[in-house]
């Protein structure tokens, strides 16, 4: 069976690196233009999964993606995986490093970079699009010899484009985490399950009532079956102000015994709690671009 797999697009992006190795075969990629309208198709079975990305080790949760997950569809988490934010400077072939005089990305990828771009190019122009493999893909199709792209390794691979610069990221330590979601969540998980790989479940809670100690006694709930907790945040309702879910991340299955002891005792607080995917952290492997 061949499984149609949504992404946040176009190609050449981090998230299509991530759905490459969160589905590694038997799929078929579909490139989406915003994160909304990959987790609506999903949703809608127009597809049978979608990846995006959910938490940056530096600008923290996509709330678009959190918000989603809460309140607009119901799909649910089948496998994460981290992917290292490698930036590199792509150009057309035979151009040098004196030649550039705009550089052209995302504004956020042009941000994490400016250090390289002070020291190397420091007269160069910069110029914003929507995605670092629309910079790519601009500088492919427009055959420029005065123009640099900052994008992925991927993007140089599928827009035939010349490495001039590896890892010019101002930061090593720069990850985002992204994550296979979908209304199929047992048939997909026995697909990319792993046998040696330990169990995270994330939930979202909602305070029955907002009363002193009443966050405190929803954690203490894990706290005394020894779970522990590898993110909590709060997330507004969206139905007044002052109310807030709680997104927790957790190790181990929703089907073991302390988990759901656990979440029993949540429940008995007076606190909703809804299961957003129990899952396994894919190991990443890094990508090299073609015949190097």
């Known amino acids: 069976m061949e499984y149609k797999i949504g992404y946040l697009g176009p190609r050449g992006t981090f998230t299509q690196q991530a759905a490459e190795q969160l589905m590694p075969k038997n799929r078929q990629l579909i490139p989406y233009p915003s994160i ?60 040098h490093l004196d030649q550039i005089q705009t550089v052209m990305s995302h504004p956020q990828a042009i941000a994490q970079c400016r250090h390289y771009l002070r020291e190397f190019l420091p007269n160069a122009q910069t110029e914003h699009l929507q995605s670092t493999a629309k910079a790519a893909e601009y500088i492919h199709e427009n055959k420029d010899r005065d123009k640099a792209a900052i994008g992925t390794v991927l993007a140089a691979d599928i827009y035939d484009l010349t490495i001039l610069a590896a890892n010019i990221q101002d930061r090593t330590n720069n990850n985002t985490r992204f994550v296979l979601v979908t209304k199929k969540w047992k048939e997909l998980l026995e697909y990319v399950r792993s046998d040696n790989e330990p169990w995270k479940t994330s939930i979202l809670v909602t305070l029955g009532k907002d009363y002193p100690g009443a966050l405190y006694e929803v954690l203490r709930s894990f706290a005394e079956e020894s779970i522990d907790l590898t993110k909590i945040e709060s997330r507004p309702t969206k139905k007044q102000l002052g109310s807030y879910h709680f997104f927790i991340d957790l190790h181990g299955h929703i089907d073991d015994e302390k988990v759901q002891k656990a979440l029993a005792h949540v429940k008995k607080t007076g606190s909703t709690v809804q299961f957003l995917g129990s899952y396994q952290l894919l190991t990443f492997t890094p990508l090299k671009k073609s015949g190097s």
């Open 36 to 95: 909304a309208d990959v987790l609506l198709a999903a949703d809608e079975g127009k597809i049978d999964a979608a990846v995006v990305p959910i938490e940056n080790s530096i600008e923290g949760s996509v709330n678009l993606t959190v918000d989603f997950l809460a309140n607009q569809v119901e799909l649910y988490i089948a496998k994460e995986v981290v992917v290292p934010v490698s930036h590199s400077l792509l150009v057309n072939h035979g151009v």
